[in-house]
C-alpha cells in the first residue's frame, strides 16, 4: 500500500482560547481602540446638472439622430445645415449618397462629457440591422449671426447680432 504524497493536518488555533481569570494570570482578550471617524457627507439623491450639460445633451441627441436618419437617406442633408459645420455637412453628404441605404437605425445610448464650458465630447451606442454600433461625436459653441429684431431694423450702425449656438464638428461611427 501506498503512502500518500499530501499530509492534511487540522488548521492550527489562531486565537488563544479564553481562560477565567481566577486570579492565577489568566489570559483577557484586547480592548478595542475607539477610532475617529470623519464625518459623513449627507445623503444625496442625485446630482444637478448645470445647464450648459443640460442643453448639450439635448442638441446632442437631436443632432445625432438627424445624422442617422440623413446616413439612411431618410432625410436630406440640407436639414442639418443649421445644426453642423459645413466641411462635416460636405462628408455626410457624401457619405450618405456613396452607401446602399440599409436598414433604419435608432438611437440607443448617448453619453457626454464637457470639455470646457463651450465644448463637448459625445459618445453612444445605435442599432442597425439586429446589430450595435458605436459612435463618437464633438460639438462646440460657435458664432453664428442672428436676424435683428424688428425694432431694431433701422438703418443704423448698430453691429450684426452674434449668438453662440451648438455645432456638431466632428462625427464617426465604428
Known amino acids: 500500500m501506498e503512502t500518500p504524497r499530501v499530509l492534511i493536518r487540522p488548521a492550527p488555533q489562531y486565537e488563544p482560547p479564553l481562560r477565567a481569570s481566577g486570579?492565577?494570570?489568566?489570559?483577557?482578550?484586547?480592548?478595542?481602540?475607539?477610532?475617529?471617524?470623519?464625518?459623513?457627507?449627507?445623503?444625496?439623491?442625485?446630482?444637478?446638472?448645470?445647464?450648459?450639460?443640460?442643453?448639450?445633451?439635448?442638441?446632442a441627441i437631436a443632432t445625432v439622430t438627424l445624422v442617422l436618419e440623413v446616413l439612411d437617406r431618410r432625410?436630406?442633408?440640407?436639414?442639418?445645415?443649421?445644426?453642423?459645420?459645413?466641411?462635416?455637412?460636405?462628408q455626410l453628404t457624401v457619405l450618405s449618397r456613396s452607401t446602399a441605404p440599409p436598414s433604419s437605425a435608432s438611437l440607443r445610448r448617448v453619453h457626454i462629457q464637457m470639455g470646457g464650458p463651450g465644448a463637448a465630447e459625445i459618445f453612444g451606442s445605435f442599432e442597425?440591422?439586429?446589430?450595435?454600433?458605436?459612435?463618437?461625436?464633438?460639438?462646440?459653441?460657435?458664432?453664428?449671426?442672428v436676424r435683428t429684431p424688428p425694432e431694431k431694423r433701422r438703418r443704423t450702425l448698430l453691429p450684426r447680432l452674434v449668438e453662440y449656438r451648438w455645432h456638431l464638428v466632428d462625427f464617426a461611427i465604428a
Open 128 to 145: 442597425r440591422g439586429g446589430r450595435v454600433l458605436a459612435f463618437a461625436a464633438r460639438i462646440e459653441q460657435l458664432p453664428c449671426r
Open 75 to 90: 432625410r436630406t442633408a440640407s436639414q442639418l445645415e443649421p445644426h453642423v459645420t459645413l466641411c462635416l455637412l460636405d
Open 23 to 59: 486570579g492565577t494570570g489568566g489570559v483577557t482578550p484586547p480592548r478595542p481602540v475607539p477610532r475617529e471617524r470623519p464625518p459623513t457627507p449627507p445623503p444625496t439623491t442625485g446630482r444637478a446638472l448645470s445647464t450648459a450639460t443640460t442643453e448639450a445633451r439635448r442638441f
